[in-house]
């Protein structure tokens, strides 16, 4: 597509239950990243992927995030038994290959609101 | 490991004043650094770039300069617009390209 596009725009949803953010990338970009923008607060890496692999998961913030990617495309990041510090934005971003000079393109991300 | 530091905002100012924002950054090895912008309303999206030492990026009459010596990537504009009012985020990669480490992000706003 034209641009990274994410979905839901917006999630509401109540304490305890399991949500699903979806990304999809620029086309033919291989690296994927993701990153959480809390109110207030700067973008907090949270997972890094080249091709279908993340070598990078360390900014996952618990063992109740998780995030794949299929077919080099595509990717999830699920979050379960949602608590109300997961409320933020999260975005993802991607970029046509992993360097130091490479820029990201990101999405308009996805609003997360758990009550 | 890498870490980049912005000066605190809200930053306003008034239509035509020049504009500073401070970025210092601490990594290992010869990272490249960014600004990214985030207009109200819309994703982040990339302002201007350096990737080496004593390199300057520039656009939309923002300009930045990677020191080295004093580990900085300061923004700079000379008449700021009203149009220029969102939030500004300095960043960081390092040589693989595995992530990009952002500073706080500074609120600027300009007045008419």
């Known amino acids: 597509g034209a641009g990274v596009s994410q979905s839901p725009s917006n999630k509401v949803t109540e304490k305890g239950k399991d949500v699903e953010l979806r990304c999809d990338p620029i086309s033919g970009h291989t690296a994927l990243y993701w990153y959480r923008q809390s109110l207030g607060q700067g973008l907090e890496f949270l997972i890094y992927?080249?091709?279908?692999?993340?070598?990078?998961k360390s900014g996952l913030p618990s063992d109740r995030f998780s995030a794949e990617r299929t077919g080099g495309s595509v990717s999830t990041l699920t979050i379960q038994r949602t608590q109300q510090e997961d409320s933020a934005v999260y975005l993802c971003?991607?970029?046509?290959?992993?360097?130091?000079?490479?820029?990201?393109?990101f999405g308009a991300g996805s609003r997360l609101t758990v009550l | 490991g890498d870490s980049v530091t912005q000066m605190e905002g809200p930053v306003t100012l008034s239509e035509e004043a020049c504009l500073t924002i401070n970025c210092t950054y601490t990594a290992t090895g010869y990272p490249s650094l960014f600004w990214y912008v985030q207009y109200p309303g819309e994703g982040l999206q990339l302002l201007l770039k350096?990737?080496?030492?004593?390199d300057k990026g520039s656009n939309k009459g923002f300009e930045a300069t990677y020191r080295k010596e004093t580990t900085s990537f300061h923004l700079e504009k000379g008449s700021v617009q009203v149009s220029d009012s969102a939030v500004y985020f300095c960043a960081l990669s390092d040589q693989s390209g595995s992530r990009l480490t952002f500073g706080e992000g500074t609120q600027l706003t300009v007045n008419p």
């Open positions: 992927f080249q091709g279908n692999s993340a070598p990078d």
């Open positions: 350096a990737t080496k030492a004593d």
């Open positions: 971003a991607s970029s046509f290959n992993p360097s130091g000079a490479n820029v990201l393109t």
